[in-house]
């Protein structure tokens, strides 16, 4: 209880402290998991925890684990956080030019905070002015892109960050540099392309100062490999956990990820982030069901919410729920319609309906708020496979990559549009990359053994290959073993092919499935018991073949006399078996 | 949009503007300069808005530089009158106001109001063009452009006050040069200049092309076909083609490090000139091979990228330098980048394609480009999986060139690849390993293939296509008899047999290319493009990169020249051509005369190494260097090796090293240092891929070398054995004319073992082979090694040994090498020895004679035993001549060469770089 208690405290002071450096994101963000922690139910009353969500035995189960485990993470966390206020008293009362220029810097006028704060000495006040310039040169940068396009120089980088770069780098050097400093640091020198440099000083101002979110989120997209990840050394703080789950789940860790997000969510019960993070987590990990309850769930706490809706959409769309998709779309787009978040969402609706011009329209608006936007540039693709211009979502899905070379779905995208190109051989390199990335998703396995099916290849033993992997990849659509037996049979194994005609049997069965394959199996089954003079076998599924109408039923009936003939039995009426 | 940015407004193009204006001033202004002053800067300014050296437009500072070097005295008035007038520029009126001005630089429709003495520029030539197109461009910015052009022209200038100094002392002593070479151009018009520099400049580049030349490598087999066929294919994507250039190729790696500390504003040139920059970049990466500096171009390329992402084609030529430095993965992910990207919006370079279905066909060249990668890595199988889909889709597409470039590289796929990995796919069944049936079948398959697509090359009028199968053809000639040899002896011999002519014929043709590129150019329709961009190429001017060669010595003149190519052939076309010199020089070292073949590789040396591939380059010197060592010995064979590896350096190595381990086993052979030839005809086994049917050549001559060292050693019976598979390997991959020698050395063996009787019968099928395929150099060896054998029967043979000797000694006396030669004199002297009425007496001159000059021969190539041989016997002779001080030298040499073979090492420890340490310094 004391964690959480110190925990709101922290945020409390951090929140403050990050307000007056205009750190607005991480102030929010910081705001949000204060409200997040569980309130105490003895101080409180119902009225204060009536949405409490029905207590899972998990969080319950997560809930003990926090408190034994909490305490020794936080010691840390006292040592940084003696040092941060004092160094907050040294000006007791703020400087004058100092509140000018924050007034400026809240009205957005940068150039012209940067100018109150120019002669300020104090260490608030030399953070502000270096924020406030670098935000400036952030804001003609983005200018520039939009004024540059047709001058052949697309590329604008950000002005001021030579300045602000020698600046704090003497302040460094003279160890006058506060972590809000370094923090500042490290983004100019991310933006140079100074890698390293940047995490070494970024590690530095998030051990200082923990609470800070936006430096840990610039680290973060600076660990592309879980070996960066582990070469850093941080200090013990809960915040580290908030930064390790999305470390993982960035490098599509998934599990590690979520373990990490459920312990948050036991300090952190109320956090619409973690909530969201893990709706993420389950996102990756298909369980659509479970992110639905949770968008529903976050809906309900934040409606105006339109962060990470472009994912619950997608659910939606892969659920095709029509009409909460519209909802949705609605909803934020009354919320914030320029926000690449809100034209995905549109895109995806109108996609569902089947009007896919009118759905790139809103993709590309979407790419227009935010080039780098990936989902909008694999779904742009899905939009103009749709519409039979392969070309262009060849091109879309190749952006994608090249944002990421990670998003499996875009290069599964590739490998189907060539694929519907008639060039199999060349889509196969592209399936690979997918099931390289995602090496337990079924679908993709069978993408790529139907490549290999393919009338122009005809590479079977790939194919089973890859309809094997499928089928222990738990396929859902049952496609796998049906092609296994079908193509075994093919190549005359027929030991193999009734294997898998039997599975499938069984797993058809089991889920209640009637249908022609059904038919399909028992005949071959049938016909194979026979051959190997399985008789009794064979004439059980002559037996349950007979309950289909149609040739088959002829052919039972054939196999049957077949069979009566070959053990020399007295021959009976067949008519006999009709149930 | 699209447009605007193909062509923007910068501070280059505005100080060019600037300058154009100084050249064509206003009427009431007087004309500060002389005429050919005024000349200069014209060409000066036409070279500036034309050059591709290099991606990034100049910095003011190199502009004032090079304004100083060509305008002499005046320079620094229009240095002052340029620096001044930017600088001026302070509002955004002020660019307004000036760009109103350059709209009194061109001339009316109509030339009627020109006055005597102004110069007005015609708004249709080509800097007209450029500055309307400046002042359409800055009419099209908006109010933020035109702030952006200003602050970066106020950069621009900032950059050079800096760095101007220090050309101010440069330029004094410059000046009276370029006086003086200026006022001899008094009189000439602009066109003028023009040829002259020309001219001049193709003499200048004589010498440095000349020993630039030796600069070049990779590893490749015997020809450069596939090389050729890249760049073909490469033509398709771009229509605009190659434009063949010969002037040396900026120094990627420090123009790299040059632009990587300026952090400051950078504006790419404009895209027709980039382009050129692409092609030239990437014709120096074909050329070059791995040698080309990776990481500087590699820096460049991240550079473009970044500055322009629209331009797909730096993917592309990502790819070729990943290519040529064996870098698979990243080849193949930039090649998949580039065709993914340039099939849905395409570069610049979408636009002289014919678009038939939205350009679609891109995809089958990628298919055509993939399979060729994964040849040129080494992977037949998919290589042919992927050209299949090359086939399919582009029938599917009715894309008929891109098919025949396909069906092109099938063939020489399959030609190179053997039969065992291709016969799957040429419509035979799935086995594994090829019977003597599929590859027969396979062959005519290949036949088949190879008349089709020349038959398609030529229906589409693609020339160099047809050039590139003609060749394939005379080399599927030159190896394969054209009917399936189903049996074989000596019956049906006579008709079975490949047509020298034919090769020839298909050789010359291949030659008809050049001269239609020589005098139909101008009318050359089918690939238009391609051509005019070579006409421009004639006339492009080279200033800037010429300058930067120049080392400033002082020769304003010589600083401001047009480069041009030597002739209007492009040069993909003459390496296609030079390369039919090599197979040309090939097709003779298999029939058989000598000095052909070094007459060929001689002119392939001379005329086409500029404009070859590394790997023939290797190849041409590989081939002079092994005629060297079979016709002059090894002496100066290794020293010419020496020379010939200090010029490929150190990355050439397959073909270099392969023809090293040759000469070094041969002479171990011959000095009777047995261990040694064991190592090294080891190592040249290792050179060969593990993969059945892959490298068949290197393997084969590996096993041979295997079992001659055998047979040196004695051990006749393992040396038999490998004789016997390598005959079995040949016969499997229907390699005839390697059966030829194989047989022969069979032969061989069994002669050594004294099994004469055996050895017969393959020295027989030997010849015949020889026949049919007209090896007569192999022939009239067979011819020497049949008499041995006759001769090794018995005395009594011996009239029908020397006869069949004499029907070869022309042969072999006037193309056979060295030992060939040896080995006949001397068994011509065994059969005079042997012949029961030879009298010592009176035949003694015929038979010392024939010894002498074997012994020298033998000594020449340090092949002891066989020296021994001979000198053994001209001291018996001499003996029974009863001339004892010729005698006792003879057996002093006698025992000197017998004593070298029992102590071969000592000779090595003698040597001034021992054979141990010249592995080491190759491995």
Known sequence: ?579 | MATAAAFGVTPHKVSVCVLLQMYAPPAQAEPLFSVSQHNHLGLYLLALTKSHGDFLEPKLADLLTQLKEISGSLGDWLIEHLTSRLSSLSSPDDLAALFSEFRGILGGTEPAVIEDNQVVLDPNSYLGMFVRRCILAFNLLSFEGVCHLLTNIGNYCKEALSSCLPYELHGLDDSVNDLESSSTYENMDLENIVFQKVTEEMEANKQPSQRNSFHLHTPKALSGLVQDIEILAGSISNRAGKSGETCSSLDTSASGARHADTSGDMFLRTTSQLQGFFMEQADAIEKDGCSFPLNGFEVILNRIKKLAPELHRVHFLHYLTCLYHDDYFGALENLRRFFDYSVGIGGFDITPVPSRSKGFERYETGLLCLGMLQFHFGHPKQALEVLTEAVRVSQQQSNDSCLAYTLATICTLSSEMGSSSTSGMLGTSYSPTATIGTSLYFKQQLFVLLREALKRAESLKLKRLVASNRLAMAKFDLMNVQRPLLSFGPKASMKLRTCPVTVCKELRSCLHLVSEYGSESPTMTIEGAFSTAWLNNLRRPMGASVLSLDNGVGEGSNAFQFCAQPSSIPRSVLQLVGSSYLVRATAWEIYGSASLARVNSLVFATCYLDASSSSDAALVHAKLIQHLATFQGYKDAFSALKVAEQKFLSISRPVILLLKLQLLHERALHRGNLKLALQLCNELGVLASPFNGVDNQLKIEASMRHARTLLAAKQYRQASEVAQSLFCLCYQFNLQVENASVLLLLAEIHKKSGNAVLGLPYALASLSFCQSFNLDLLEASAKVTLAELWLSLGTNHAKRALTLLHGAFPMVLGHGGLELRARARLIEAQCYLCEPNYSAVEDSEIVLDALKQASDEFQVLEYHEMAAEAFYLMAMVYNKLGRLEEREEASDSFKKHILALENPQEEEEEEDEPVSEMLVEKN
């Not at chain 1, 750190?23 to 009536?50: C, M, S, Y």
């Not at chain 1, 004058?96 to 940068?110: P, S, V």
């Not at chain 1, 149609?550 to 009976?572: C, H, V, Y």
């Open chain 1, 1 to 579: 209880m004391s964690s959480k208690e110190n925990c709101r405290n922290e945020l409390r002071t951090a929140i403050r402290q990050l307000s007056d450096r205009c750190l607005h994101p991480a102030a929010k963000w910081a705001a949000e998991q204060l409200v997040g922690i569980e309130q105490d139910p003895a101080k409180f009353t119902p009225a204060n925890t009536r949405f409490q969500r029905g207590s899972s035995s998990i969080r319950r189960r997560f809930r003990t684990n926090e408190i034994a485990s909490a305490t020794p993470l936080t010691p840390i966390a006292g040592v940084s956080y003696v040092s941060t206020p004092v160094m907050e008293e040294d000006e007791a009362v703020d400087n004058d030019f100092y509140l000018l220029g924050k007034t400026y810097f809240d009205c957005r006028e940068y150039r012209r905070a940067a100018h109150a704060l120019r002669d300020q000495t104090a260490k608030k006040s030399v953070f502000l002015r270096n924020y406030a310039l670098f935000l400036a040169g952030e804001k003609r940068k983005e200018e520039e892109s939009i004024e540059l396009t047709g001058l052949g120089n697309s590329e604008s980088t950000n002005c001021e960050l030579v300045t602000i770069e020698i600046e704090l780098s003497t302040l460094r050097k003279n160890g006058t540099i506060d972590p809000f400093g370094l923090y500042l640091y490290g983004i100019v020198l991310k933006e140079k392309g100074n890698q390293n440099l940047a995490r070494m000083v970024l590690v530095e101002s998030v051990n200082c100062y923990p609470w800070n979110w936006s430096a840990w989120s610039e680290l973060q997209a600076l660990c592309s490999t879980p070996e960066i990840l582990s070469s850093l050394s941080l200090s013990n703080h809960w915040m580290k956990d908030f930064f390790l789950a999305s470390a993982y789940q960035e490098l599509k860790m998934h599990n590690e990820s979520l373990a990490k997000y459920e312990y948050l969510q036991g300090t952190f019960s109320f956090s619409n982030y973690v909530q969201a993070q893990i709706a993420q987590v389950q996102y990756s990990l298909r369980e659509f069901e479970q992110v639905e309850v949770i968008f529903e769930e976050l809906l309900r706490n934040d409606p105006y919410r339109v962060e990470d809706m472009d994912m619950y959409s997608n659910v939606l769309y892969a659920k095709e729920c029509f009409s909460a998709l519209s909802y949705l779309a609605h909803r934020v787009f009354m919320t914030d319609k320029y926000r690449p978040e809100s034209c995905c969402i549109i895109a995806n609706y109108y996609s569902l309906k089947g009007q896919h011009e009118k759905a790139v329209t809103y993709f590309k608006r979407a790419l227009k708020l935010n080039k780098n936007y990936l989902t909008a540039w694999t779904l742009m693709g899905h939009e103009y496979v749709e519409m039979k211009n392969t070309p262009a979502a060849v091109d879309a899905y190749r952006r994608a990559v090249d944002i990421n070379p990670r998003d499996y779905r875009a290069w599964y995208g590739l490998g189907q549009a060539y694929e519907v190109m008639g060039m199999p051989f060349y889509a196969l390199h592209y399936f690979k990359k997918s099931v390289f990335l995602q090496a337990n998703d079924a679908r993709l396995w069978i993408a790529m053994a139907q490549c290999y099916e393919t009338d122009q290849l005809q590479m079977l033993e790939e194919a089973i290959k890859c309809y094997k992997r499928a089928a222990s990849c738990g396929d859902k659509e049952a496609i796998a073993l049906q092609q296994l037996a079908k193509l075994h049979r093919e190549l005359g194994r027929f030991e193999e092919a009734a294997f898998y005609y039997k599975k499938d049997l069984e797993r058809m069965e089991a889920e209640e499935r009637e249908a022609q394959n059904m038919v399909e199996a028992l005949s071959f089954l049938a016909e194979h018991c026979r051959e190997m003079k399985r008789y009794e076998e064979a004439e059980v599924y002559c037996a349950r073949l007979m309950d289909y109408g149609g040739p088959e039923k002829e052919t039972a009936k054939n196999i049957l006399r077949g069979i009566r003939g070959d053990t020399s039995l007295p021959s009976m009426d067949v008519d006999h078996f009709r149930p």
